[in-house]
């Protein structure tokens, strides 16, 4: 089979008006790979035509508008398991006349754009509507999907992260979903919380504490956990965890050393470079038992400025201090006391 016959083009038009996008809600075709998703309006190139000629004829097929202007916002590669590549030429368009008509390919139906992620879109479109709602220049995005669940999103060249959709217990949802996604909607996602623990000379219970790299985005120069992290799309809570402790910290340590603490549930709501972020994080903590001085370690000098072990009562104490600045959970710490506590009984 040809390059010609395993691959496609197609433009997306989102039309605009008053707030809203018109969507698509495909229903009709029993046989459509979009069946019940909500998209935009377009479809195949016919041949000899341009990518414009093809948006025009297309909207103007499925909603009865001509459009007399548009914008070409990007470039989407869409790639299947089965081999399957499209290329789509996205745009936007708040420039149209006509008289609406029915769609044989479902029901059209303005939606409020604030309003637009609730519907049922395929993951990877989250992505690109993000970057268009807040004006991204034009872009290239090219994702993968392995049946119906988002495999790999690269844009402009970059991979960028994907996380697990999870519920409250941690267990997975089945959905995947690219970290920007996540943290724009509120969507909750897994973290392991490891803390690396010690008796000091005086019998003390001491836990080694980071400082987050200046250039973070997000808690800069706070006190934070000794490691921790976001589980990536397919990883377990264990493997996160080992994988974080090597890259962070320098130490290597087997799944076994691992003991398990409890669960934290975090929600908060933060703005980073003028974007808001909802961040619901279901975190596994951990405890490994380790005496190993701060010299011996490895940073991370992106993610991690310095460390320092410090009495856990002391800490306690420095967390109701507001000069201290810590980005510590009084949840967590309240939890990993009575774990140590007992641990020492």
């Known amino acids: 089979m040809s390059v010609a016959e395993r691959s496609c083009m197609t433009t997306l038009c989102y039309l605009e008006r008053d707030g809203k996008y018109l969507m698509l809600h495909r229903t009709a075709r029993e046989q459509d790979v979009n069946k019940d998703k909500w998209i935009g309006v377009g479809g195949h190139f016919e041949q000899g035509e341009s990518p414009e000629e093809c948006l025009v004829r297309e909207v103007k097929e499925e909603t009865g508008y001509t459009l007399t202007g548009w914008r070409f916002r990007g470039i989407v590669t869409f790639c299947t398991d089965s081999g399957l590549c499209e290329y789509m030429c996205l745009y936007t368009s708040e420039e149209f006349t006509g008289t609406p008509v029915e769609c044989d390919e479902g029901t059209l139906e303005w939606v409020p754009k604030d309003q637009v992620l609730l519907l049922d879109l395929w993951e990877g479109d989250k992505i690109f509507f993000h970057l268009l ?5 034009f872009f290239s995005l090219k994702l993968s999907y392995q049946g119906d669940q988002l495999a790999e999103a690269v844009w ?72 921790a992290g976001h589980l990536q799309a397919g990883d377990t809570f264990e493997e996160a965890a ?15 050393s691992l003991e398990f603490v409890g ?80 641990e020492t009984e």
Request: aromatic share 6%; glycine share 6%; with cysteine.
């Open 156 to 227: 402009n060249g970059k991979p960028m992260e994907l996380f697990d959709e999870r519920r409250a217990d941690g267990s997975r949802t089945g959905v995947v979903m690219e970290r920007g996604v996540a943290h724009r909607d509120g969507r909750m996602h897994g973290t392991v919380h490891t803390w690396l623990t010690r008796r000091s000379a005086n019998g003390e219970t001491e836990v080694l504490l980071q400082k987050r790299s200046a250039e973070k985005e997000s808690h800069p120069g706070c006190w934070d956990i000794s490691s």
């Open 263 to 342: 669960w934290n549930h975090d929600r908060s709501e933060d703005f980073f470079h003028g974007r808001q972020i909802l961040d619901d994080e279901i975190a596994k903590v951990y405890v490994i038992p380790m005496d190993v001085e701060p010299e011996q370690m490895k940073l991370q000098k992106e993610e991690v400025e310095t460390v320092q072990w410090m009495p856990l009562k002391e800490c306690l104490k420095k967390m109701k201090d507001s000069s201290w600045k810590n980005c510590l959970r009084n949840q967590e710490m309240e939890m990993l006391r009575e774990y140590l506590e007992k």
């Open 133 to 137: 709602n807040e004006e991204c220049p």
């Open 242 to 256: 080992v994988r974080e402790l090597e890259e962070e910290l320098g130490i290597s340590a087997g799944k076994n």
